[in-house]
């Protein structure tokens, strides 16, 4: 069965980096885009930006650029979205998932949580 | 923030019928890009609920359903029941912004 498990919650202070881990398994690793969204505590779901693992190609949303980093590892079926430059306006869940097309983000990560407080 | 638009919140006795609306503009719903549906239950992650406008993944009760027209897109649920309660939001492409989701909508079930 198609599964994402994210790495564990992260406490990080303010201007440090975070780097969240998504790993797959039941699939194709790099015959599926994977998308990272975050959501802030009580507030709604964020595109942050989507990665191809076949080439490593990446797109973000303008809001994260020159700020986010998402890079694959093929070897273990293993994404990664590092987020710079943290603030707590960056304290959020972030979610990794399986982008099938049509079929829309069919596969999320459990989440992963992060909070940056001094 | 995001360019498609939601509810906050609708409400319903058990058994009634609910829509929630989505609203975009020339550049994403009403570009024809497809439309999907997430439903968030309290503490857990998303779960696709519809996909492509109107269509139900495997294990997606009937009860739910989807449309598009223009620029805007609905969700509707009948015979709603407690287990419905949660916050949905819906999610498209944009053709400046790349993906995008709504500002999200929480049904309460009364």
């Known amino acids: 069965q198609v599964q994402l498990v994210q790495s564990g919650a992260e406490v990080k202070k303010p201007g440090a980096s975070v780097k969240v881990s998504c790993k797959a398994s039941g699939y194709t690793f790099a015959a599926y885009y994977i998308h990272w969204v975050r959501q802030a505590p009580g507030q709604g779901l964020e595109w942050m930006g989507r990665i191809n693992p076949d080439s490593g190609g990446t797109n973000s949303a303008q809001k994260f650029q020159g700020r986010v980093a998402m890079t694959r590892d093929t070897s273990i079926s293993t994404a990664y979205m590092e987020l710079s430059s943290l603030t707590s306006d960056d304290t959020a869940v972030y979610y990794c998932?399986?982008?099938?097309?049509?079929?829309?983000?069919?596969?999320w990560g459990q989440g992963t949580l992060v909070t940056v407080s001094s | 923030q995001s360019v498609l638009t939601q509810p906050p919140s609708v409400s319903g006795a058990p058994g009634q019928r609910v829509t929630i609306s989505c609203t975009g503009s020339s550049s994403n719903i009403g570009a024809a890009y497809d439309v999907h549906w997430y439903q968030q239950l309290p503490g857990t992650a998303p779960k696709l609920l519809i996909y492509g406008d109107n269509n139900r993944p495997s294990g997606v009760p009937d009860r739910f359903s989807g449309s598009k027209s223009g620029t805007s897109a609905s969700l509707a649920i009948t015979g709603l029941q407690a287990e419905d309660e949660a916050d949905y939001y819906c999610?498209?492409?944009?053709?400046?912004?790349?993906?995008?989701f709504g500002t999200g909508t929480k049904v309460t079930v009364l």
């Open positions: 998932a399986r982008w099938n097309g049509q079929p829309g983000l069919d596969y």
């Open positions: 999610q498209s492409y944009d053709s400046r912004t790349l993906y995008v």
